[in-house]
């Protein structure tokens, strides 16, 4: 009761809806991505609308979804009536925030008008938080929830998992409202980032996520949050167990791979040991550990959740029967050669004589349909599953991706989505290094290019592929490569 | 069916289904009767095109440990000679009964399978009692039909019960896949009438004489049905003279075309010049340590081979393989070929191909398998692929390169954990099927037979880890009692044999 009342009347004592309270503006973006299969062009914009909160001085929050691929994003107040444009200071596409400012001197003297929202403490199981949303009209729409759970998923990159509150609320369901605040006393507990409404559950970041990553940001160089860089599976099988001379007692996760030059890989953490032990937090063999605030969490968040980067944490392994303690520097991983998204990035590429060069990436071989997994072409797929193989002298992985007829292609029309190892002579660690290799043709004015193909090295003729990449400049090709992302 | 292609419409395999249908429609077209003279003059001859009704029992790969499934259907086939029936390999695949009926007679023949070439979809029956037959006419092989010219098929398709002929013109002379084998391209002649289910079998006359065998049709297309033409007869009979049937013999070697004119200046090869190029040599075939990758094959017996790799046979152009295609293992090929620049010569030795094999449907064989501890492993072959559907990259890799890569050499077969029957003993493997076995124990699997014995030593260890390809995380069986619990699960899930490793 008290609640609403509150609201109300910082509703009505404002004709530009800015609350005491709760400072939140509408984002309003304009998206465009890339197009994989032409990537020298962009896709149809669209539009995506959600909200932010103004957390800071010029600083307004709001998810990596908002601003992914983003060509223009637009602020405006509730009621609609004022708008701002807006840039992106801070961005984490594998914890979904971004973290907008106004440019314009009167812009963020407005926006410096609203009292930041503060950030609440993290919540227990059971609080009562309110999620917030704003009608068409400008009126805010508070609904009741409760947190029911946490959970340590993936909300927006596949396979990077981070702290979530389950909350049990009967929202209401909004077109096109990304990025909903939850709140606690008026301080932002949480935002939205999926919502079931038949089951009337929906996941939001954690408090502690959106504090470290605004903390992480406050200096104006974001970093990033920490990854160990290994992949594990659980212990529960007991005759796995027996093999990896486990006891009964000790808990823990078998490692399944360790990423090349990890935080994992530099401390000497190797395939097959078992995790014991992050700091002091015992795992157990289905990977959870016991958080003192939400009972059974996933072991990742001890790593991403509760440390920094360049913070440095003990873990206790098991090898060979015998537990050691391995003293770890928590670092952000480095790519791999096939990066795990893309967005905020220009595909690299480049055309020669017509056929279509680029770097290996999951949105490549998401264009073979739904079922690309399976349809996909299998030594590229095998590439994705097992990098390790492959990523030998590599920084990405180029592939010659299709092949445009021309005169200079002619008999190479079928040659695509295959991996490409030299071109004239010379290894191909990226397309930057492909663009270099294609400036010197052989002595008798012909290209060289090696394939992991059934047709190992085929040629193209310098002269013919020039006067077909003049036409393709004609016909109104914008560039014939990209070797910046 | 599950096997075939989804383009090409296998004619035998789909009557069982289609004929169970069309009862009504048969009543609304009365039978038609030939009154063209030129028909009833040929017509002695339908006597000697019989239907055959087989009663099938398929393997399941999907669960080898069974009998496998009854099924059936009926297909053509005609009289070539005294007690020799001709007709598709596909009509009498997997057969446990065949029964042959003579045109406009209610009694049926039991009937053998004497030869069955799967690769080239023909096989020869015969009658137990070959005596209500001894009157009939023997069919006498042709040529291969121009293009333009007209045939009539003869069979017994979907539709009815009597004989009927269709009449076509030949549309088309190629060389394409077989969808029986799937794996294997031979001549086909392409033709305007409709091939339904039923046809299989039966023969395509041009003259009064067989220009080819009905085989397979197009679901895609309307009125094209596809014929085995006379070439591909004759090397099938050819080859059984001597009491058995040999498979195909290959060059082991695959070609890319020369098309591209940056390619052709590299190979030194002006516009005219013949010529394709060696783009792979498989280990242990005839052109093994012969020919080298690079090299530009340009006449094979002395016939040009064009820079497609096609060489021109009876006016034709056809593939090059044709002419390893109609020879026989121990037949002799002469390469022309050119080498950084230079030309040279050899003359080599057919051979089959059997790791090729993996390719092809398998027929008439039992699926072998293995299991330990509720494990099914199984060696991967086209038709356990297709029946799990196999998605597995690293599998779907070992399967592909199995012969250009010669993984072949040190892996007879990529086993496959295949399944998994829940117990407490293997409790959380099953989400580890549809991998490929590398090793037991630190050894290496190379075949089915070896990995059951690797999983059946004769002292038992303390835990049989199973290393799986692109797997870190190693499959653990314990050793104790594994004997006992082995019972327990054939017990429980019903399987009649532990094991079956073939013959």
Known sequence: MKFYLTILAAFSALTVWVSAEVSVLRVSSTLQSYNISQPWEKQAPYNRRGLG?????????????????????????????????????????????????????????FIESMKPVELATPSKLGETVQVFQIEDNGMPLLTNGIIRGTDVVSTFVDGHFFLNYEIKAAMQSAPNSFTIPVLKDNKLAGLLT????????????????????????????????????????R??????????????AQGGVFINRVQRNSSAEKAGIKVGDVILKVADSAINRRGYYTSKNYGELYWSHLIRGTHVTGDEIQITLLRDGIELVKQVKLERPIEGIIPSHTYGKAPRYMIKGGFVFQELTESYLKLFGDDWKSRAPMTLLDALNHPEDYEKGKKRLVILSRTIPTKATIGYERIRATIVTKVNGQEIPDIPALIKAFKTPGENGIHTIELDNDIEKIYLDAET????????????????????E | MKFRTQRFLLTASALFTAALVPQAQAQLAPPIQPTNPAVSKL???????????????????????????????????????????????HVVSDSKQVVITMHGSARKHLARVIHIAHDCDLAILEVDDFSSFEKLPYLQVGKVPKLETQVRVIGYPVGG??????????????????????????????????????????????DGKVVGVAFQGLTSADNTGYMIPTPVISRFLKDIEDGKYDHY???????????????????????????VLIARVMKDTPCDGILKVGDVLTALDGQPVDSSGSIEIDGERVDMNEIVERKFAGDKVKLDFTRDGKAMSSEVTLKPFPAAQIFSVQYDKRPRYTIQGGLVFQPLSLNLYSALGISNPRVRRLFSKYTSENIYKTRKDIVILTKVFNDPVNRELAGYTGNAVQSVNGTKVTSIEQLHSLLNPEETPEFFVIRCDGLNRPLILPGKNINQINQRIRQNYGIKEASYLGK
């Open chain 1, 235 to 248: 212990t529960s099988d007991e005759n796995f167990r027996g093999w990896l001379k486990l006891t009964d």
């Open chain 2, 161 to 206: 019960d009597r004989i009927s002929v269709t009449r076509g013109v030949v549309s088309r002379i190629d060389f394409r896949p077989y969808s029986h084998s799937r794996a294997d391209q031979h001549l086909v002649v392409q033709i305007d009438a409709a091939i339904n289910p039923g046809n299989s079998g039966g023969p395509v006359l041009q």
């Open chain 1, 194 to 233: 999926s919502y079931s409404s038949k089951d009337q559950l929906l996941d939001a970041t954690a408090t502690e996520i959106i504090s470290a990553f605004i903390k992480d940001a406050a200096d104006g160089k974001y970093v990033g949050f920490p990854d160990l860089g290994v992949s594990i599976v």
């Open chain 1, 53 to 109: 909160v103004v957390i800071g001085k010029n600083q307004i929050l709001t998810t990596a979804e908002m601003v992914a691929n983003a060509t223009f994003i637009e602020l405006q107040t509730a009621d609609g009536e004022k708008s701002i444009p807006a840039t992106v200071i801070a961005v984490d596409y594998e914890a979904n925030l971004a973290l907008l400012a106004a440019k314009d001197p009167e812009d963020i003297k």
């Open chain 1, 465 to 484: 592929a020039s006067k077909v990449e003049a036409e393709f400049l004609q016909q109104g090709l914008p560039a014939l490569s990209r070797d910046k």
């Open chain 2, 249 to 275: 013999v290959s060059l082991g070697i695959s070609e890319f075309p020369i098309f591209n004119p940056a390619m052709r200046k590299v190979y030194n090869l002006s516009e005219d010049d013949p010529g």
């Open chain 2, 43 to 89: 017509s002695a001859i339908y006597q000697s095109v019989v239907r055959i009704e087989v009663a099938t029992q398929v393997p399941d790969y999907k669960a080898p440990w069974n009998s496998g499934r009854y099924s059936g259907g009926t297909g053509t086939g005609f009289l070539i000679g005294k007690n020799r029936f001709l007709t598709n390999a």
